[in-house]
């Protein structure tokens, strides 16, 4: 079942809450007017398709006090694109998204009750941006990734982005995004594929 709860935390420095969705899931809690939080990430590819949701994206910062658009494929280096698509919007993810997600996290959390972030799924780099979140409060590399596990158990963290942020602040995340990538595959598929990166990534505990 895919998870989508709040993260609270007993201490009050981290009395933060992460929420992920898909575009689909985000369009569908501001059309019912549930209880959003205060600020948003909005995370979407440069092309057609944003274009087409401009009017969503554009309402997104009437509902928020205020929101990061971030515009880039998921994709990696060497990754093949379509040939519709024109070189310009050829965006991939790079150092400074990361920067960008950093910096917003920096400015809002005085005032922030929370994050609310999307992308197209839900699932990778909206799943970056939580972690990174996460791991900006938690100070921690299993902390951020059991938060995450607990708010969303199909997120597979972007792996090019997690690189650039373990490079630029010094920390390792990518043990816990490859351990995340097996939960989420598991939660989607019914179990991993077999030898999917290393076994010893099992022993790593994400109860929070």
Not at 26 to 31: G, K
Request: contains cysteine.
């Amino acid at each position: 079942m895919i998870r989508n709860n709040i993260s609270e935390n007993r201490n009050h420095d981290e009395n933060r809450a992460v929420r992920v969705y898909s575009l689909a899931e985000l369009e569908a809690v501001i059309e019912a007017g549930e209880p959003r939080l205060s600020h948003c990430i909005s995370i979407a590819n440069p092309d057609q398709e944003a274009q087409a949701k401009a009017p969503f994206y554009q309402k997104l910062e009437k509902m928020y006090q205020k929101v990061l658009h971030l515009r880039f494929y998921d994709a990696k280096e060497g990754e093949k694109f379509s040939r519709f698509i024109p070189n310009e919007q050829r965006i991939l993810p790079g150092p400074e998204h990361i920067r960008a997600i950093v910096d917003f996290y920096r400015d809002t959390a005085p005032v922030a009750s929370g994050w609310d972030i999307h992308c197209h799924r839900g699932i990778a780099r909206s799943g970056v941006a939580a972690l990174i979140i996460l791991y900006l409060i938690h100070q921690n590399e299993r902390s951020a990734a059991s938060h995450l596990h607990h708010i969303r158990d199909i997120a597979m963290p972007h792996t090019g982005m997690i690189r650039i942020f373990d490079r630029q602040y010094g920390c390792n995340l990518e043990p816990y995004r490859i351990k995340l990538h097996r939960i989420a595959l598991d939660a989607l598929f019914g179990e991993p594929p077999g030898n999917y990166e290393s076994d010893w990534i099992d022993d790593l505990d994400l109860s929070i």
